[in-house]
């Protein structure tokens, strides 16, 4: 039997606006046409979580080319430039096997390397995504341990939070400037963060995408 997470542990792992060092790591596994999902969690230890997932999946299940294996990730901090190296890696030699990373924030995206890292795993063939309303139900459904007739009541996270990382995400996989800057003040504990837009980001960026923030006005151009 799996150990679900407890509630506080989801609450501050996967609040968007916590900046918080350690990563959790939600995963769920199908193998060939089966209707079983196979759920799990991890934490970093002295590696980062998804090289320890790695490293156990690897050495406990032996791998039959023909049956197709699927998992997704639900991940607190987005992989870092080495965990995306060793992602691929570990695809590579595998190729039955398709990932899809959810992700509830992004790990130090200013840095180059990080920012290429993600690019090289979309163009890779995984899918990577910013954690929405429907991801955080999904998980408090399925690997939480919520209170009796508590299923309907995760932590109701700022929205806006979810839409400025998936901006920032589609800057980085466009290989965009960034956009979005996280600030921390430390005597109150409050996240803020800068939206700075150049004209690449009008030109390139889906207007919806754009609109979605609720923070962004398009240019009007009058004829």
């Excluded at 939600?26 to 320890?52: C, D, F, M, P, Q």
């Excluded at 430039?81 to 899809?100: D, M, N, Y």
Aim: hydrophobic letters at 35%; one cysteine or more; a positive charge.
């Amino acid at each position: 039997q799996r150990r679900r997470i407890e509630p506080r542990e989801f609450e501050v792992f996967f609040d968007p606006r916590e900046l918080r060092k350690e990563a959790c790591l939600l995963y769920e596994i199908k193998w060939g046409t089966s209707h079983r999902i196979w759920r799990n969690s991890g934490r970093n230890t002295a590696n980062h979580v998804e090289l320890n997932f790695i490293e156990k999946f690897t050495s406990e299940r032996h791998f039959c080319p023909s049956v197709s294996c699927s998992i997704t990730w639900f991940l607190s901090w987005s992989p870092c430039w080495e965990c995306s190296k060793a992602i691929r890696g570990f695809l590579s030699q595998h190729p039955s096997v398709t990932l899809v990373i959810y992700v509830s924030r992004l790990f130090w995206h200013l840095d180059q390397q990080n920012r290429q890292g993600l690019r090289d795993l979309v163009n890779s063939g995984v899918t990577v995504q910013i954690m929405r309303v429907p991801e955080y139900d999904h998980c408090w459904r399925n690997f939480v341990n919520y209170p009796p007739g508590e299923e309907d009541h995760w932590p109701r996270y700022p929205v806006v939070w979810m839409k400025l990382y998936a901006l920032e995400l589609h800057c980085i996989i466009l290989s965009l400037p960034p956009c979005l800057k996280i600030l921390r003040r430390c005597q109150n504990q409050l996240t803020l963060f800068r939206l700075t837009l150049q004209n690449c980001h009008y030109q390139m960026i889906p207007p919806h995408i754009l609109l979605a923030t609720g923070l962004i006005q398009l240019p009007v151009t009058w004829r």
